[in-house]
């Protein structure tokens, strides 16, 4: 069996340092959660083709190793379990080394940097979130701590190491939140090369967020930025006394700082101040031009990226970057490409976004666009015919997938964003092709459809299908939507008041795009249910919708059936204590099956008599429901004879309609039971046709990892799908994509979508 990763939907997380771009081998590294993503561009699409497991907290920073390793290439991690990671590649496409740094202070990394000097000897500096900085070492292939920078109240911010003037000797910048930054030089004369602080430079006003440095000649430039807004740029040298009429002018503390190191005088002057930006500078980063210039580019919590250039001694704004309009706070990393011809920028909500400088008019554009979930993501559905993926996540976001055909390419990328909403999202379900309903921590259901701009794009960037369905939408007369001054739900505009989208998209639209302008109209809101709702449903035909909500008692704990012609509710199914954890419909739109917390499942079938009601038929108790935890998941066979259950006691329970009564159960006996050990069933799915003439099942777990099983006669295990290639933490739901092709989607807790291609083989 082989299986391929399309599609892997992350965002970056929420810190300056969370991303970096190694330019050499064009890779980006980015932490989502607790792993670290690499991305690649694929034919002018950006991908990620790689994800490393191995942290147990956040990862707060990252960075490529810089100088050179002979055939090998590494990147540092940083997270808030307290450990860092060095990955050591000798490819792409080999899983890489690694190797653990835990000093066991068990206190979060926020800040990393590393390198390999000229002497060969890796160096990695980690800030942690107290008021140290480690400092390991590697000799003789191994990783050792070396020391501590205690520093005192303060907190790191900061770090950057690079390499000094004297041949042999290496500068570390600690950037504190006393505003201050620390230049401390190791001394090749001291046995235990230890960091000595030099000096401190001040002048900022508030904490310190980003440092970078340059070699310029026989200079080394700093720039360093800070919540104060402004921009400081420092220049160290050998100390060089100015003359006044041949008398030595003295130096301020702030203009002209002096210090000794191995018996030469070096100075760290103050030479320029920045004022562009309007809030925080989050980062800033240094850089050539093709014509060896240096350029600045600054990142800002204003939703602004600036590349300064230096022109006569001064350090003018060239280029201003950025989105317009919104209420959204802004960017927290920007980043050179080759030759700074393109800036990566990296903004609040985890969005990274390529930028490029045409090379006709010398003007700027977004090239790109890619990220994803900033939340843990609780559940997915495809559209009826599998021509795009809707998730919905605890960013408060619906965000719709799909595939985009160019050249001689089919990438997958975010293409709507339907639904920006004021509590974290929990549930939804399609109703047609262009139509879906959500649910989110509150008691109301919200029904959307797409306006006309959604089915222009979606024609032009994925070539879908043209049906009646389609043919309407692009008739309509909606052509956007407004959104409420609380940004809370979309509606349709006045038929004055029409949004009018400037132009069709024909590539992947960009974030500033997907928030402002692929909203969908909110059409209908449902209330019924006493707490938040918690589960959805759609019959096969579209005419049914059930849900569920959170609940500890039997009145709550009902399902309701609404009609989704007139909108009403048609009947309540009573038959759980608990919460109903997820409700599916079979294939064959004739049964309903309902999966609880309390440890029970029933199903419920249409009355000959009245197909318009439901009556219950089968009901698990404590004598024959087997599972003896909550049950998460459960799922219908394609040919509606067979269903599953899955549950926290790691048992997948496999029932079929027999002649054999089987008391509460009715007819329903168990034909297979396979039990997962030390791993808890939270997600399971049928595929939609016979895979080598048997069922076919997906099972998500509590660990993240994705079994495939067959079913004839028992349960076959087929392969298992690891951390590193599904999710890292537990995976919420899995969905088989419609069609003849055998492609699973699954979403998790750590903010991760994924779609995979399986072939099976005989």
């Known amino acids: 069996m082989k299986i391929e990763n399309l599609y892997t939907s992350a965002a970056c997380n929420r810190t300056s340092n969370a991303v970096d771009w190694n330019v050499s081998l064009n890779i980006i590294a980015f932490g989502n959660y607790n792993s670290v993503s690499l991305a690649r561009d694929q034919g002018g699409s950006w991908q990620i083709f790689r994800t490393l497991c191995g942290h147990q907290g956040k990862v707060c920073a990252l960075k490529w190793v810089k100088g050179s390793c002979e055939n090998t290439f590494s990147l540092v991690s940083a997270s808030d379990d307290g450990t860092m990671i060095l990955w050591t590649f000798r490819n792409l496409e080999d899983i890489p080394i690694s190797t653990v740094l835990d000093s066991g202070k068990k206190c979060g990394i926020s800040n990393v940097d590393a390198l390999i000097d000229q002497t060969g000897q890796l160096t990695i500096v980690g800030g942690l979130k107290d008021s140290f900085v480690e400092v390991w070492k590697k000799q003789n292939d191994v990783v050792d701590l070396r020391e501590t920078l205690n520093l005192g109240k303060s907190f790191c911010l900061a770090v950057r190491i690079t390499e000094f003037l004297t041949g042999g000797s290496n500068m570390l910048l600690v950037g504190t939140s006393e505003n201050k930054i620390n230049l401390y030089v190791d001394s090749i004369d001291d046995e235990k090369n230890f960091f000595q602080l030099k000096k401190t430079l001040v002048g900022h006003v508030d904490w310190i967020r980003g440092i970078d440095t340059a070699i310029d000649g026989k200079e080394i430039v700093i720039a360093t930025s800070s919540q104060d807004n402004y921009i400081r740029l420092w220049r160290v040298s050998d100390f060089q006394a100015p003359l006044v009429n041949g008398i030595e002018e003295g ?172 509590y974290d999202l929990q549930a939804i379900a399609p109703l047609s092709r262009f139509k879906f309903v959500s649910a989110a921590e509150e008691k109301i259901i919200r029904c959307f459809q797409a306006p006309t701009s959604f089915g222009k794009n979606f024609q032009a960037i994925c070539q879908p299908c043209v049906d009646d369905e389609l043919q309407n939408l692009l008739s309509s007369n909606v052509a956007g939507v407004t959104i409420s001054a609380l940004g809370l739900s979309a509606q349709a505009p006045d038929t004055e008041a029409v949004v009018k989208v400037d132009e069709d998209l024909q590539s992947p639209p960009t974030d500033e795009y997907l928030k402002q302008n692929s909203l969908w109209v909110e059409f209908q809101k449902l209330y019924g249910h006493g707490y938040d709702v918690y589960a959805l449903a759609v019959s096969p035909d579209g005419k049914i919708l059930a849900s569920s909500c959170k609940a500890n008692n039997s009145e709550h704990a009902k399902v309701i059936l609404w009609d989704t012609n007139t909108w009403h509710p048609m009947q309540d199914l009573h038959a759980h204590q608990l919460t109903v954890t997820q409700i599916r419909f079979s294939p064959d739109n004739l049964k309903v099956l309902l999966v609880s917390r309390d440890r029970r499942f029933s199903v419920f079938e249409k009355l000959p008599t009245d197909p318009g009601k439901f009556t219950c038929t089968a009901i698990s108790d404590k004598t024959n429901g087997i599972h003896t935890r909550i049950i998460w998941c459960c799922g219908w066979s394609h040919d509606s004879k067979v269903f599953a259950t899955g549950s926290r006691d790691g048992k997948l329970v496999i029932w079929e309609k027999t002649n054999c009564d089987n008391g509460s159960l009715g007819l329903y006996n168990t034909t297979a039971l396979h039990t997962f050990k030390d791993d808890s069933i939270t997600a399971l799915d049928f595929a939609g046709h016979f895979v080598m003439e048997k069922l076919f099942v997906a099972v998500g777990f509590e660990s993240g990892k994705i079994t495939l099983c067959s079913l004839a006669n028992n349960l076959e295990v087929l392969h298992s799908i690891d951390n590193s290639n599904a999710h890292s933490l537990t995976v919420k739901s899995l969905r088989f994509r419609p069609g003849k092709n055998l492609q699973l989607a699954s979403c998790g807790d750590d903010y991760l979508v994924r779609i995979f291609n399986i072939e099976a083989f005989l």
């Not at 006569?312 to 317009?324: A, P, Q, T, Y």
């Not at 619906?398 to 001689?408: A, C, E, F, L």
Request: net charge negative; hydrophobic share 35%.
């Open 251 to 422: 130096s301020s503390n702030i203009e002209k700082l002096k210090f000794l190191h191995n018996a030469n005088t070096f100075q760290v002057v103050l030479e320029s101040v920045l004022k562009g930006h309007e809030g925080w500078v989050c980062s800033v980063q240094l850089g050539r031009n093709s014509q060896g210039s240096l350029q600045l580019l600054s990142a800002s919590i204003d939703k602004s990226v600036v590349i300064w250039t230096q022109s006569n001694g001064l350090w003018l704004e060239d280029v201003r970057l950025g989105d317009l309009g919104g209420n959204q706070m802004g960017f927290l990393t920007g980043q050179f490409g080759k030759d700074c011809n393109s800036v990566l920028t990296h903004n609040y909500q985890g969005c990274l976004q390529m930028w490029r400088k045409n090379s006709d008019d010398q003007n700027w554009s977004v090239t790109c666009t890619f990220g994803g979930h900033f939340g843990a993501v609780r559940d997915i559905a495809w559209e009826p015919l599998g021509e795009y993926l809707l998730s919905v996540s605890a960013d408060q976001t619906t965000r719709i997938h799909g595939q985009w055909k160019h050249d001689n390419f089919t990438t997958w990328h975010e293409i709507a964003r339907p639904q920006i909403h004021g």
